[in-house]
């Protein structure tokens, strides 16, 4: 057979090992603008760049940089991946361990330094390597965004999906907060001064508000108000807050704690008779 007989045998795709064409390619590839290439079209260059839209990878895996994919799941590295790097698994609701030794959960997962995030049946799960499960965020059935804590204990941030944005305790978004009555401790009197009995609140900007007034018999030393039932932790503010009494009166300089305690103590010049409790107040929880 002579050299000119057979299309194309006297220009080999290869030569030994080395392509010996510049490229090779589908018919209805874009060798002159690569991205302007219609799905699926593909392209091997001699230059070693190869091309492929709408590839298709059957019970296989694809291995990036920094990233796998695989049956298993995306799994995405800080780097090249190695054990102690990867960062983020989307599994289809299994949990496992990836070929370098890293474990995974199910969901999709966000793993941090100290906290490890995860969405996963409807739920964004807060972990660390020091308590596990810090906290669960999820809807309700009502529509209202609900957070538990690690100790089991639960509190409604209160967003209905269809009505308008509310709040649950301890504070109600735009609008003033439901008053909420102090236990007195023994010895105190109310009503006094003509006011309502002490009480509390959250205001929509966050603040403690106190109202109300109270009387006692005179004390030479500090009368706590509320020692046998404190102001609820989320009313409290985060340290010791101070309040000016007035000698005309008998109202008595108050003070309330972090550990929402509420102190009387007389005023300057009173030494007998009756004293006052009169709190009204806003008192800052930042």
């Known amino acids: 057979m002579s050299s000119g007989q057979g299309s194309g045998w006297g220009n080999?795709?290869?030569?030994?090992?080395?392509?010996?064409?510049?490229?090779l390619t589908s018919p209805n590839f874009n060798l002159a603008d690569p991205g302007a290439s219609p799905n699926p079209s593909w392209a091997i260059l001699a230059s070693g760049i190869a091309y492929f839209f709408g590839i298709v990878i059957a019970n296989g895996g694809i291995t990036g940089d920094d990233y796998i994919v695989n049956s298993s799941g995306f799994f995405f590295y800080d780097g090249t991946p190695?054990?102690?790097n990867l960062i983020i698994s989307i599994t289809p609701g299994t949990s496992g361990t990836d070929g370098f030794g890293n474990d995974y959960d199910a969901g999709i997962n966000v793993y941090g330094t100290d906290v490890d995030v995860q969405m996963y049946a409807g739920q964004l799960n807060f972990f660390s390597s020091v308590v596990n499960l810090i906290a669960t965020i999820q809807i309700t059935s009502a529509g209202v965004i609900e957070v538990t804590g690690q100790a089991g204990t639960s509190f409604q941030i209160g967003i209905p999906v269809s009505a308008a944005i509310t709040a649950s305790e301890p504070g109600s978004a735009g609008t003033d907060?439901?008053?909420h009555t102090?236990?007195?401790?023994?010895g105190w009197t109310t009503p006094a001064l003509s006011r309502e009995a002490p009480r509390y609140r959250i205001l929509p900007d966050g603040n403690l508000q106190l109202s109300g007034a109270a009387s006692h018999a005179y004390s030479?030393?500090?009368?706590?108000?509320?020692?046998?039932?404190?102001?609820?932790?989320?009313?409290?503010p985060p340290d010791s807050r101070d309040y000016a009494g007035d000698e005309v009166g008998a109202r008595c300089h108050w003070t309330i704690s972090s550990g929402g305690v509420i102190t009387c103590t007389a005023p300057y010049g009173v030494s007998s008779g009756t004293i006052y409790a009169e709190i009204n107040a806003t008192v800052p929880l930042t």
């Open 177 to 179: 907060e439901t008053w």
């Open 82 to 84: 190695a054990y102690g």
């Open 220 to 236: 030479a030393s500090g009368i706590t108000l509320n020692n046998s039932n404190p102001i609820p932790a989320g009313w409290r």
């Open 12 to 23: 080999p795709i290869a030569g030994g090992t080395a392509m010996r064409i510049p490229a």
């Open 182 to 186: 102090i236990t007195l401790d023994s």
